[in-house]
């Protein structure tokens, strides 16, 4: 006779033909997470309480204090934020070492990657937090974010794979990550704040919906086209009407056989770029556009951020996007509530008062129609 599964309600996750998440935790054989799990099911309530503040000497973040009002089942199992490298970049070797040191020490339970970014490591007891931390140190890994600081930051793979980058999204990531290191392990401030890096406007870290400060590359002057090569594309039969037509600003014209650009027009979407990448590229004069305020929830729902800086050159040592980081984040702490994101500081206050406190111009680019917002309020002589 088939002995009788401790788990019967999450076995029935293992079902289907798609990947099992029940399964993987099995595989780890952390059994007093299965059964806090199933007990779950069972009375159809949470048994995760809030753990209060747990953490390694020296830092106030990093850790996320995860405690049961079942103990008899399974006390503790808090989550490690692991700061990952830029793009996900690992070498095997790494990747290893990470895997070693968290069966040795956690559940081995990991989450690549967090929707913040960083490596989670779910499930370690207290008293293994200290020397499981000491031994990421030695391999060369640090504590992300958590609580309200200055979050692990993520970037898309940028140069490193993609020919379209306007921006070196890496290089940016790994000097705003050492920057504000100190910002990532104490928090101070009213709540948290992400910061996204993507190379090009498709946005492939969703920086304009997950993050309050979005750095987004982007160029400056005209997007470079080989009339060759579209002729090519409408040979093969791409409808170059079609991608005309569905630009957003009607800044195309295909006259079948060429194509023409008014680049005042173009609101640098990508759509062409995407249809057409061997006869399109973005311009040269290449930079990032900055924005602010986006988050996927919050106390006045999703935002998208706002644009804050149409376009700033960003090479090293990116002294003008730290000093405006700077600026911001010190406005938000200064009139922040608690649990709110800068986004929804900027909500409360206004656009205009906003851009006067960093000493930022009011820009045509910040807004779809002028007056019909007192969100959006301006004296005739601040706007550009
Ligand atoms: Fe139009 Fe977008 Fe192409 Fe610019 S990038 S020309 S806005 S489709």
Redesign the pocket.
């Given at each position: 006779m088939a002995e009788k599964s401790e788990t019967p309600i999450l076995d029935e996750l293992e079902k289907g033909p798609w990947p099992s998440h029940v399964t993987e935790l099995k595989k780890t054989g952390y059994k007093g997470l299965l059964a806090l799990y199933e007990q779950i099911y069972q009375d159809k309530m949470t048994h995760w309480a809030h753990g209060g503040m747990v953490g390694v000497p020296g830092y106030d973040a990093g850790v996320i204090g995860r405690v049961s009002d079942r103990p008899d089942i399974l006390k503790d199992a808090h989550t490690f934020r692991i700061i990952e490298p830029a793009a996900w970049f690992y070498k095997t070797e790494y990747l290893r070492k990470i895997c070693d040191t968290w069966e040795k020490y956690g559940s081995g339970l990991m989450n690549l990657h967090g929707a913040t970014g960083d490596l989670q490591l779910i499930g370690i007891k207290t008293e293994n937090m200290v020397p499981c931390f000491n031994e990421f140190a030695q391999i060369g890994f640090d504590l992300g974010g958590s609580a309200g600081d200055i979050r692990t930051m993520s970037c898309c793979v940028g140069p490193a794979r993609c020919e379209f980058s306007c921006i070196d999204t890496l290089a940016i990531y790994q000097e705003l990550t050492m920057s504000y290191l100190d910002e990532m392990h104490r928090p101070r401030f009213p709540y948290k704040f992400k910061i996204k890096i993507s190379g090009c406007p498709n946005d492939g870290v969703a920086a304009t919906a997950r993050s309050d400060l979005a750095i987004i590359g982007t160029w400056r002057d005209s997007?470079r086209i080989d009339q060759e090569e579209v002729r090519k594309y409408a040979s093969a039969g791409l409808n170059i009407n079609d991608v005309c037509a569905k630009?957003?600003?009607e800044?195309?014209e295909w006259n079948g056989t060429e194509l023409k650009?008014n680049a005042d027009d173009?609101?640098?979407?990508?759509?062409?770029?995407n249809k057409m990448p061997k006869a399109l590229r973005p311009g040269i004069d290449k930079g990032a556009t900055i924005l602010i305020g986006g988050r996927a929830r919050g106390r006045y729902g999703a935002f998208l951020a706002w644009v804050l800086v149409p376009f700033m050159k960003v090479n090293p040592p990116y002294t003008e996007l730290k000093d405006l980081i700077k600026k911001i984040v010190e406005w938000w702490d200064e009139n922040g509530r608690t649990k709110e994101r800068v986004g929804e500081t900027i909500y409360r206050f206004g656009m205009g008062r906003f851009l006067r406190a960093v000493g930022l111009p009011a820009v045509p680019q910040q807004i779809i129609r002028p007056r019909a917002n007192p969100f959006w309020f301006y004296w005739p002589g601040e706007v550009k």
């Amino acid at each position: 006779m088939a002995e009788k599964s401790e788990t019967p309600i999450l076995d029935e996750l293992e079902k289907g033909p798609w990947p099992s998440h029940v399964t993987e935790l099995k595989k780890t054989g952390y059994k007093g997470l299965l059964a806090l799990y199933e007990q779950i099911y069972q009375d159809k309530m949470t048994h995760w309480a809030h753990g209060g503040m747990v953490g390694v000497p020296g830092y106030d973040a990093g850790v996320i204090g995860r405690v049961s009002d079942r103990p008899d089942i399974l006390k503790d199992a808090h989550t490690f934020r692991i700061i990952e490298p830029a793009a996900w970049f690992y070498k095997t070797e790494y990747l290893r070492k990470i895997c070693d040191t968290w069966e040795k020490y956690g559940s081995g339970l990991m989450n690549l990657h967090g929707a913040t970014g960083d490596l989670q490591l779910i499930g370690i007891k207290t008293e293994n937090m200290v020397p499981c931390f000491n031994e990421f140190a030695q391999i060369g890994f640090d504590l992300g974010g958590s609580a309200g600081d200055i979050r692990t930051m993520s970037c898309c793979v940028g140069p490193a794979r993609c020919e379209f980058s306007c921006i070196d999204t890496l290089a940016i990531y790994q000097e705003l990550t050492m920057s504000y290191l100190d910002e990532m392990h104490r928090p101070r401030f009213p709540y948290k704040f992400k910061i996204k890096i993507s190379g090009c406007p498709n946005d492939g870290v969703a920086a304009t919906a997950r993050s309050d400060l979005a750095i987004i590359g982007t160029w400056r002057d005209s997007i470079r086209i080989d009339q060759e090569e579209v002729r090519k594309y409408a040979s093969a039969g791409l409808n170059i009407n079609d991608v005309c037509a569905k630009c957003p600003t009607e800044a195309l014209e295909w006259n079948g056989t060429e194509l023409k650009l008014n680049a005042d027009d173009c609101v640098r979407c990508m759509h062409c770029i995407n249809k057409m990448p061997k006869a399109l590229r973005p311009g040269i004069d290449k930079g990032a556009t900055i924005l602010i305020g986006g988050r996927a929830r919050g106390r006045y729902g999703a935002f998208l951020a706002w644009v804050l800086v149409p376009f700033m050159k960003v090479n090293p040592p990116y002294t003008e996007l730290k000093d405006l980081i700077k600026k911001i984040v010190e406005w938000w702490d200064e009139n922040g509530r608690t649990k709110e994101r800068v986004g929804e500081t900027i909500y409360r206050f206004g656009m205009g008062r906003f851009l006067r406190a960093v000493g930022l111009p009011a820009v045509p680019q910040q807004i779809i129609r002028p007056r019909a917002n007192p969100f959006w309020f301006y004296w005739p002589g601040e706007v550009k």
